[in-house]
């Protein structure tokens, strides 16, 4: 069943109410500069935080996590001190990309969010993120930071194709719509089991189901010669 | 249970046909890491079942192939593979194209930020 619905109808019911959290300021900011260094394996990195933040200036607040290191930011962004977690995120995410760390901040996704950069969307975002429990924040953490690791799906498609010329964003397009096809599994699998009332891990019989009823609604390239000699 | 007929063997012999370096004979649990974490993140238990797991990967494997054979058709018309044969290819997925146009014009923006940080580098060194 899925958990998100209910924390984002209530988040939004919420938000008419009380608005995003005011600005805290510069004393956050500060406090996070010594976490700065430790889970980041380049060190260098950091510093691309100031000139990131020139991209990234639309970036919304995310959800500040104490217990998480992040490296500081300038303070160009809005002054919430989530933002200070945001520019980690900037910096981290260049690191996303090289490596696929599972130890990086919870805020390393949340910087990603606005894909519109549009400042209603980030404050029903930071509303909604607010409202979470621990178990989604995890959940939705997860989801946010996993990804299939470059190398793997770059060396797959070289196999595949024959070719050594697998450019970098044709390796990033890929692991997306890798990633997105898992979402549509899993859930559809998640569909299925609550159609059959079962409960607990998915189950391969509940994967193939959803697969199976994917490729009839045509979301699986069908292949347009056949499988021999299998 | 039983590995589904999906993708193992004929992988194994794609990857011995390629005298690439990296000879991929498909080894088992190649993104398996990190499928468990994605399928949690999508609504799976915290600990998915390591069939089910294998099973996923099985899939998604043959996925990209598919994917992967029906963009090189299209790009063999053009000469070569490139990027937007597969934008082509997920054109009528809406989510799944909006996502791709995301991540590609995110990466051109860390490629500009980055860029200026190795110019800001070495205005420092010569200042000093």
């Known amino acids: 069943m899925k958990q998100s619905k209910d924390p984002f109808e209530a988040a939004l019911e919420e938000q008419e109410e009380s608005p995003p959290d005011s600005p805290v300021g510069e004393d956050e900011l500060n406090s996070q500069t010594p976490n700065e260094a430790q889970n980041q394996t380049d060190g260098g990195q950091n510093i691309l935080v100031d000139d990131d933040d020139d991209d990234y200036d639309d970036l919304g607040p995310t959800i500040k996590n104490p217990s998480h290191p992040s490296s500081s930011s300038t303070p160009k962004l809005h002054s919430t001190s989530v933002n200070a977690s945001v520019a980690a995120a900037v910096t981290n995410k260049n690191k996303e990309y090289d490596d696929d760390e599972e130890e990086e901040n919870v805020d390393v996704e949340l910087s990603k969010f606005p894909s519109s950069a549009d400042p209603t969307k980030m404050a029903k975002m930071q509303a909604i993120l607010s409202q979470f429990t621990e178990d989604q924040m995890s959940r939705y953490e997860s989801f946010r930071r996993s990804a299939l690791q470059k190398s793997n799906m770059r060396r797959l498609l070289v196999s595949i194709t024959g070719s050594q010329k697998i450019s970098l964003p044709m390796t990033i397009v890929v692991c997306g719509i890798a990633k997105m096809f898992v979402g549509e599994l899993v859930e559809k699998a998640r569909m299925v089991m609550t159609e059959r009332k079962e409960s607990g891990p998915i189950r391969p019989c509940h994967i193939r189901e959803a697969y199976r009823r994917l490729k009839l609604e045509g979301k699986v390239p069908k292949r347009s010669v056949q499988r021999l000699f299998r | ?128």
């Open chain 2, 1 to 128: 249970m039983s590995n589904p007929s999906t993708g193992a063997s004929s992988k194994s012999k794609l990857g011995s046909s390629q005298p690439s370096e990296t000879s991929f004979k498909r080894k088992r649990g190649v993104f398996q890491k990190d499928l468990q974490h994605m399928m949690y993140g999508f609504g799976d238990d915290p600990n998915p079942l390591p069939e089910t797991v294998a099973l996923v990967e099985d899939i998604v494997v043959e996925y990209v192939t598919d994917l992967a054979h029906k963009a090189q058709d299209i790009g063999s018309k053009r000469g070569k593979l490139s990027v937007e044969d597969f934008l082509y290819l997920i054109r009528k997925d809406l989510p799944k194209l909006n996502r791709c146009t995301e991540l590609l014009s995110m990466q051109e923006e860390l490629k500009q930020a980055r860029k200026a940080f190795e110019v800001d580098e070495e205005k420092l060194g010569t200042l000093e």
